[in-house]
């Protein structure tokens, strides 16, 4: 992975990181309702990051920011709305690590991800557990491969879906380690838990916060994590990459505007929002979904989205994943 990428999970949010100076500030904005549409349904991990960043920018700006849900398509129906919608920053979208992925996933895209909308601000970056059933006898990652590796296909991984994050996840996995394992998509993460603690499937790649009740109960075991770096949240689980060097993986949220959105509005919401994300009750909601939030500027946000987007077209051009 690139300096830029490793330096992005490092950017924890913290009252200390300074906002970038000098961010100019448009006239007379928000002067009436802003919407944030969300491809996602409600109560999701990208709707409560939505929900909680659009009370705060109500509080702050004056104006009323409200969250519309226009789910459907794996995310594209919400995304392709946005991106079609004024430039004017009235309409925003907050976009997904799954965005990044249906740009190689789908063949017939009626907008670009990377082009069609701008980056406005990261708000949030959130490992992924790998995790087993109990009745899988390997303990570390080390003794996993070990298990699965000589007998392709014999353990079924779970995911929330073809070109989820966790599937995506699992099959950068499998093209560094030469595990083959037999992928069960289901429609969302949470049916996928589900299966795993009743051992209908014996591994998933999964979110914090979607599992971490069931990792301190003992119900799952949990192998390693999937950033370059410890969770403070289970800092006892290690990285994969402690071994397959180079592996990282996570699932983000983060805001963004229709192209040619007036840059003075961008840099204002950038700074509104990394304001927002540095107070610590906001900090703790964030944190409470499984990960904290990030401080960056627009730029280093599209330098993220540049980078993942080649990352998962590589994995996916390797598992021949496709939804059309």
Known sequence: MTIGRRRFLQLAAAAAIPVAPGVGHAQGYPARTVRIIVATAAGGTTDIAARVLAQRLTEKLGQPFVVE???GGGNNIGTEMAARSPADGYTLFMANSVNTINTTLYKNLNYNFSTDLAPVAIVMRSPLLMMVHPSVPAKTLSE?????KPKPGSLNLGSGGVGSTGHLSAELFMMMSGVKLTHVPYRGEAPAVTDLLAGQVQVLFATIGSAIQ??????LRPLAITTAARSDILPDIPPIKDVLPGY???SWNGLTAPAKTPAAIVNQLNTEINAALAEPVIKARFIDLGAPPIIASSEEFGRL???ETEMWAKVIRFSGATAG
């Open 214 to 219: 069931y990792v301190k109960a003992g119900k």
């Open 305 to 307: 989205i540049a980078e």
């Open 144 to 148: 996993f491969i070990a298990l699965a």
């Open 69 to 71: 849900n226009r789910t």
């Open 248 to 250: 990282e993986a996570t």
